[in-house]
């Protein structure tokens, strides 16, 4: 089957494109990809593409689970499908879409929005707000955050752990515990399919296992327990032992199959990760692996073909070398110019959006990244300028992007209390 890149079928510019997007940790993308129909419709573009390569694609197309199947026209998502779809359902989708595109259906105009401005939430209401939403995604029963599939979600402990009191520790505890004896096998497992803890997803990422090495090494410091710290040094271990002949980290692996794709914002999270240890353990080695990481480090979102950098990739390898090296890190800000928008930071360049047709917008997790780099730099008039932005629309985001943004609130507030 034939399938078109997204910049070649945005310039063909037929009235529907079917967008396919896969990774290289999705469990049934090969099975999906063969019950896509062949289109020979002159209507109609086909569309591979892989997420973690377009992650502007991503985000704005998918509910980012995988596969995603979107049926795009020039002003909108119509409609679409993730997991398994059987290639009839595809068919008669297909078919919907291109009735309602040529008026031959009724297609419901969105409501105009009202052009006021929805009214920022104080700092501290909001700090609360999403502290509670993130408590309810605890599962009581069996410890973790949402019922099935279950996630250990160490975006949302490292914001507990900044809470000295018992009913947060617990929740942190109990997660790292099950996570520590279902989930890692060298290297933690993304989830369990079951509420249980029983059923891993066989997909190790290493930007998720940098996430979890920051948070076991956070709750030894708050916990004193050693098994957090022998965990975090056997995860950054095997973080290591995931570095290609170039010094670059790969992507991750599913099934035991590598996806050795280097990204800048993977590579520069696993960068921080060795710094966190180090800091911890005055172990030089992680030191000397993060100076030779960064040293290394191109500003291309996929290193070895020198993609454009995505807002995610730069905030990235910021944060990082913030903590390496301050003086360097200020001297590169102006590499944030051309995202660079009147409140906040655009996840793309506008000669990128502009030549891929898309709109550029302001992501949560992106700017909160950016922000923590800042901090480090002492640089809170800007990082105050980012937070404020989000104080009316955070609440749209996922939990554990909120868990995030509520530490650097919480931080440039002072709203943590201990």
């Not at 390569?53 to 998502?77: G, M």
């Not at 570095?243 to 992507?251: H, K, L, M």
């Not at 800091?279 to 990481?293: M, Q, V």
């Amino acid at each position: 089957m034939k399938f078109l890149s997204w910049r070649e079928a945005v310039n063909e510019n037929k009235k529907l494109i079917v967008l396919f997007m896969t990774t290289s940790w999705c469990e049934s993308c090969e099975e999906q990809e063969k019950e896509l129909p062949e289109i020979e419709d002159e209507r109609v573009s086909l569309v591979k593409e892989d997420a973690d390569e377009r992650l502007d694609l991503a985000v704005r197309y998918t509910p980012q689970i995988y596969p995603t199947i979107s049926l795009v026209s020039k002003n909108s998502v119509i409609g679409g499908t993730y997991g398994l779809v059987k290639r009839g359902k595809l068919l008669e989708m297909i078919s919907e879409a291109l009735e309602l595109i040529e008026g031959k259906g009724k297609l419901i105009v969105p409501p105009k929005l009202s052009s006021q401005k929805i009214d920022k939430f104080p700092p501290d209401y909001a700090f609360n707000h999403i502290l509670r939403v993130c408590e309810g995604y605890f599962d009581w029963k069996e410890g973790g955050f949402e019922r099935e599939p279950k996630h250990v979600s160490p975006e949302v402990l490292q914001l507990f752990l900044h809470f000295n009191d018992y009913y947060h520790k617990i929740m942190v505890e109990v997660t790292l515990d099950n996570a520590i004896e279902y989930l890692w096998e060298n290297g933690f497992y993304m989830f369990s399919k079951s509420g249980d803890w029983k059923e891993p997803y066989r997909a190790k990422l290493l930007d998720y296992n940098a996430e979890m090495v920051k948070t076991l090494v956070k709750a030894y410091q708050v916990s004193k327990k050693e098994i957090y710290l022998d965990y975090a040094i056997a995860t950054t271990d095997w973080l290591l032992s995931k570095r290609d002949s170039r010094g670059y980290f790969i992507n991750g692996e599913f099934l035991g199959v590598e996806d050795k794709r280097p990204f800048l914002n993977v590579n520069a999270n696993v960068g921080d990760a060795f710094m966190e240890v180090y800091r911890i353990t005055n172990d030089k080695k992680y030191l000397e692996i993060a100076k030779d990481l960064e040293q290394r480090l191109v500003l291309a979102h996929r290193m070895d073909v020198l993609s454009p950098p995505y807002l995610i990739d730069l905030a990235s390898y910021l944060n990082f070398l913030s903590k390496l090296n301050p003086d360097k890190a200020r001297n590169l800000l102006y590499i944030l110019d051309d995202y660079k928008g009147s409140e906040a930071y655009y996840d793309t360049t506008l000669r990128f959006a502009t030549e891929n047709k898309i709109g550029r917008f302001y992501f949560l997790y992106d700017n909160v990244l950016l922000a923590n780099a800042l901090i480090n730099l002492n640089i809170f008039e800007e990082v105050k300028r980012i937070v404020d932005m989000f104080l009316s629309s955070y609440s749209i985001y996922a939990y554990f992007n909120q868990a995030k943004y509520a530490l650097v609130l919480g931080e440039i507030y002072g709203l943590f209390t201990h």
